[in-house]
Every structure is written in structure tokens, then in C-alpha cells.
């Protein structure tokens, strides 16, 4: 079985402040880990993926994320946040032996000025 | 190239009535998702279609509920008797499945916002 936790379903930030968004998970396969984000009705995009070629994964818009396997987690970040990043981040798990995908709840980022 | 996309972008309708939703996916994609996205929530399985396989159907939330995929591409998701509590965004999603069937995402389209009255 898998499960995925994001832990907040808000953060706000300040322009300019690194960010931590932060998702926990679990699964019974050799797990597959992406993070979306999803603008202001827009569909969502992809941001990252974890496929077990390097545990620190960079992806677009200077975010990574790091898969710590003996914490089960995957958080995001990014060191520096842009107004622009003001939107809904999903954390998802998958693998081999299964199309499904698990997503997580959703956590808002607020950028303030 | 082109991307997932769906139609209509948005629609209302009044309770009762039926509704269709589509999805063009990715050309050659042989996998395709539908999700519900309502609000404030995250997504919601609902249909899995793979090649000429029998559909994994286990996410539609009740028999008002049905979906098909003509030719292995394009993908309707019909609603029959609408009901206010169908009122969501409702996704579309893609895939290409590789040699060992993993570490592929999803690429989704911007989805068709439903609000039944």
C-alpha cells in the first residue's frame, strides 16, 4: 500500500526567504516521488521527480527536493522564494509494480512582500 | 508539442441534466487518468485506462458515473443526472508508459471546472 502526508496544508514566506515545503510517505514498492505545483486554475505541472538515480533532485524554478529513505521523506525547498511561487504543491508517490498514483493533500504558499 | 488538453474549460449546468467532458491526451500516450479535484481538497481517482485493457473503474464515486476511450486516444467522462455535489474540477492526465513500467509522471491538462446549480 501507499500513502503520502504532506505535513502543512499552509506556509506563508517572505520574498526572498528560503522555503520547506514538507511530505512524508509510504509505500510497499520501490517508490516513485514527483512534487506538482498547480497555479490559480491552471492544471498541474511538474516540478521534480524522484526516480533512485541521485536522492537530491533538482527541477525547474530552483527547487530540489532530497529522498531520505530512512525518514521516508521527501520535503521540497528552495532558497530563495519569488512572489511568482505563490501556489499549491502536491507531493505524489507511485512505483514499480503499480499505475497508481497517491497524491498528497496540497500545501498552499503564500509569498508576502 | 502539443500538450494535454480538455474540453470545455468550463462548464454550468443545472441539476439533473447529463454532461460530457473531454480529453485529448498526449499523441501517443498509452496510459490516461481522469481525477476529481474538489475545492480545497486534492485529487481524486477516478478511472485509469491502459491500451486496449479493461479500465481500472474503482475511483467513480457512483454508477451516474461512466467513461470511456475511443481508438486508445481521445477520452469522454460523462455525468448522467448532475448533481451539486459533482460541482468540481475535474482532470485529465497522461502518460507514456516505458520498458519497466516506472519513474514516468503524469502530464496533466487544465482540467474542466464543473458547477452544477
Known amino acids: 500500500a501507499q500513502s503520502v502526508t504532506q505535513l502543512d496544508s499552509h506556509v506563508s514566506v517572505s520574498e526572498g526567504t528560503p522555503v520547506l515545503l514538507r511530505c512524508n510517505y509510504s509505500?510497499?514498492?520501490?517508490?516513485?516521488l514527483f512534487w506538482y505545483v498547480q497555479h490559480p486554475n491552471k492544471g498541474l505541472q511538474l516540478l521534480l521527480k524522484y526516480t533512485s538515480a541521485a536522492t537530491l533532485v533538482k527541477g525547474i524554478n530552483g527547487f530540489e527536493a532530497e529522498f531520505k529513505k530512512s525518514e521516508t521523506s521527501f520535503h521540497l525547498t528552495k532558497p530563495s522564494a519569488h512572489m511568482s511561487d505563490a501556489a499549491e504543491y502536491f507531493c505524489?508517490?507511485?512505483?514499480?509494480?503499480?499505475?497508481?498514483?497517491?497524491f498528497g493533500t496540497g500545501t498552499r504558499l503564500k509569498v508576502l512582500a | 508539442g502539443a500538450g494535454v488538453s480538455q474540453s470545455p474549460s468550463n462548464k454550468v449546468t443545472e441539476k439533473g441534466k447529463d454532461v460530457e467532458l473531454r480529453c485529448d491526451p498526449i499523441?501517443?500516450?498509452?496510459?490516461l487518468y481522469w481525477y476529481r479535484q474538489s475545492l480545497g481538497q486534492g485529487l481524486e481517482f477516478l478511472i485509469y485506462?491502459?491500451?486496449?485493457?479493461?479500465?481500472?473503474k474503482s475511483g467513480l464515486p457512483s454508477d451516474r458515473f461512466s467513461a470511456e476511450r475511443t481508438g486508445g486516444s481521445v477520452s469522454t467522462l460523462t455525468i448522467q443526472r448532475t448533481q451539486q455535489e459533482d460541482s468540481a474540477v475535474y482532470l485529465c492526465a497522461s502518460r507514456n508508459l516505458i520498458a519497466d513500467n516506472s519513474y514516468n509522471e503524469q502530464f496533466f491538462g487544465p482540467g474542466t471546472r464543473l458547477t452544477v446549480l
Open positions: 485506462f491502459q491500451g486496449n485493457s479493461a479500465p481500472d
Open positions: 499523441s501517443g500516450h498509452t496510459a
Open positions: 509505500s510497499s514498492y520501490s517508490p516513485s
Open positions: 505524489v508517490v507511485s512505483g514499480i509494480g503499480t499505475y497508481k498514483y497517491i
